[in-house]
């Protein structure tokens, strides 16, 4: 019977995942098969009734994924079409427990086998081309001089005029600019810092760019950020001075404001202004030779105060505008 097999379809229970069902068709004749496929034992087949064959009406089309009831299909194989794939639990090299199942084996085997037998059918339109093919490859495969291709710039449907010419010379002057900015890029890398003048740098020449940020520092330098703070390490410096240096900056200029300020109305005030200055700027210069050290207490306390005053002295600047708005409207 295997050898007069039309078609073959698989369903699998939905409720129960272990029932299976097989519709062999051979010719005109139907017969349905069931099965109990056990996880942990063999493989059982079962009585089976009718489920699929409808003699008063039409059935529908079977193809893989429909649903018939409780039962949904996972293999359809049908003579006339080409060859379908196998689910795992249907392939016989992965599910050795088919065997147990020999007359659902039977037919799988019989349909894998299907692929190896059939004959592979060429037209002669396929034959001559193939054969024109293989004398063509005898032809470049021998010793003969291989005729060469020849490629032209110029476009033979139209003459030479001024705008080729233009485009080839943009092109020419793009690859020149090209080459330039790759010859720039090549002599920068050349011109980077050695390992010598690296070496040679020492705390005096940090402490020139103290004012800067690092950034602008290691530019001015001529060193790379990274070596910048490796050296800064190796100097002793935790973090780059500059902005302890520009808070005492901003101090200072505070106290020269008070300072003249003071000087109209009271000099022993101005006098006390004008130390406070001078300590700040010893302070500064203390920090420049030796950037390791941290701001005095004092200093923070004042720096603190000032703040304090400077907000208090701006956000009654705005109630004074707010009430100038306010009482013109």
């Known amino acids: 019977m295997a050898h007069s097999l039309t078609s073959l379809a698989v369903f699998q229970s939905v409720t129960r995942k272990e029932m299976m069902r097989s519709l062999h068709v051979y010719g005109s004749v139907e017969i349905e098969r069931e099965f109990l496929f056990k996880s942990k034992s063999c493989y059982v087949e079962k009585k089976a009734k009718p489920l699929f064959r409808s003699e008063d009406s039409r059935r ?9 009831g409780t039962w949904r299909c996972i293999f359809v194989f049908r003579f006339t079409h080409s060859l379908p794939r196998f689910p795992t639990l249907l392939c016989l090299s ?8 020999p007359n659902l084996a039977n037919e799988l085997k019989f349909i894998s086998e299907l692929n190896t037998k059939k004959p592979s059918k060429i037209s002669e339109e396929e034959q001559i081309s193939e054969d024109e093919q293989c004398s063509t490859d005898e032809y470049y ?4 001089p291989k005729p060469r291709k020849l490629v032209l710039k110029q476009d033979l ?8 010419e233009h485009s080839e010379s943009e092109n020419e002057k793009t690859e020149h600019s090209e ?17 010598r003048h690296v070496a040679e740098l020492s705390l005096e020449d940090l402490s020139k760019y103290f004012g800067l940020t690092i950034v602008e520092a290691s530019r001015n330098l001529n060193v790379g950020l990274t070596v910048l703070k490796k050296k800064c390490r190796e100097f002793g410096i935790p973090r780059w001075p500059h902005r302890k240096i520009k808070s005492l900056d901003s101090l200072i200029q505070d106290l020269q404001r008070e300072a003249e300020k003071q000087q109209e109305k009271n000099e022993a005030a101005a006098m006390a202004v004008a130390k406070k200055q001078e300590k700040l700027e010893t302070e500064k210069r203390n920090i ?4 390791f050290m941290e701001i005095q207490t004092e200093t923070k306390k004042f720096r603190q105060d000032n703040f304090k005053k400077r907000h208090r002295a701006s956000r009654a600047k705005k109630n004074q505008e707010s009430l100038v708005t306010s ?3």
């Open 60 to 68: 529908p089309e079977i193809s893989e994924g429909s649903v018939f």
């Open 179 to 195: 080459s330039d900015a790759k010859s720039e890029i090549l002599e920068r890398k050349k011109m980077r810092t050695t390992s």
């Open 327 to 329: 009482s013109s409207t």
């Open 141 to 144: 495969n021998s010793d003969l």
């Open 94 to 101: 992965r599910n050795p427990k088919l065997e147990d199942i």
């Open 288 to 291: 420049v030779m030796r950037p």
């Open 157 to 164: 449907n139209c003459l030479p005029d001024s705008e080729t």
